[in-house]
């Protein structure tokens, strides 16, 4: 069974930073892209960056880049994104996704359940 | 970036009725060289995180019953729940992953009437 579980969120102060962890099991991780995805508190969902599982392509959203970076350990199957420079706006839950199949352009077929990160003086 | 534009925002449907939902692109998502609709449908409950119920515009993902079925082709797509449940009520984003960056609809929410 495919299970993506995330970790690391909480309350930051703007201007701080914060790394989300994305557990992943029951597939290959090394052979997916793999996506973080956020939603702001009664929002829509907007994506944010994606990685080739062995980290050799990334690729971010204009609100993020230059200030997020997203990694992976494939020795620990665990997904990653640093994030620096927080801005109120940058407040949401924060899903990991994985990429259907081979391929940056797949949709999303597996969630994880989110991580709240809050951004706030 | 392509928009993704939803209609309604919300829709409140008597069970056992049809749900309609439309997603329209500012560009075809079609990829000509192999004829696919890059063009997936999402449904997100309450306190949960969104699950894939459909790609390449019609595709029914494993286990997501057969009420649920998705339509249209290049800029104009189509999410129709056939018979709504009481456990349908959530809300439905459409999704293009043709281009970079990936892009979602604002989402409709479908309720019970």
């Known amino acids: 069974e495919v299970q993506l579980v995330e970790s690391g969120g909480g309350l930051v102060q703007p201007g701080g930073s914060l790394r989300l962890s994305c557990a992943a099991s029951?597939?290959?991780?090394?052979?997916?892209?793999m996506h973080w995805v956020r939603q702001g508190p009664g929002k829509g969902l907007v994506w944010v960056s994606r990685i080739k599982s062995d980290g050799s392509s990334t690729t971010y959203a204009d609100s993020v880049r230059g200030r997020f970076t997203i990694s992976t350990d494939n020795a620990k199957n665990t997904l990653y994104l640093q994030m620096n420079s927080l801005r109120a706006e940058d407040t949401a839950v924060y899903y990991c996704?994985?990429?259907?199949?081979?391929?940056?352009?797949?949709?999303?077929?597996?969630w994880g359940q989110g991580t709240l990160v809050t951004v706030s003086s | 970036d392509i928009v993704m534009t939803q209609s309604p925002d919300s829709l409140a449907v008597s069970l056992g009725e049809r749900a309609t939902i439309t997603c329209r692109s500012s560009?075809?998502?079609?990829?000509?060289?192999?004829?696919?609709?890059?063009l997936a449908w999402y449904q997100q409950k309450p306190g949960q995180p969104p699950k894939l119920l459909i790609s390449w515009a019609s595709t029914r993902e494993s286990g997501v019953p057969d009420r649920f079925s998705g339509s249209g082709s290049g800029t104009d797509f189509t999410l129709t729940i056939s018979s709504l449940q009481a456990e349908d009520v959530a809300v439905y984003y459409c999704?293009?992953?043709?281009?970079?960056?990936?892009?979602f609809g604002q989402g409709t929410k479908v309720e019970i009437k």
């Open positions: 560009q075809s998502v079609l990829y000509s060289s192999n004829n696919k609709n890059y």
């Open positions: 029951g597939f290959t991780f090394s052979t997916n892209w």
């Open positions: 999704q293009q992953y043709y281009s970079t960056p990936p892009t």
């Open positions: 996704a994985r990429g259907g199949g081979d391929g940056y352009n797949k949709p999303l077929d597996y």
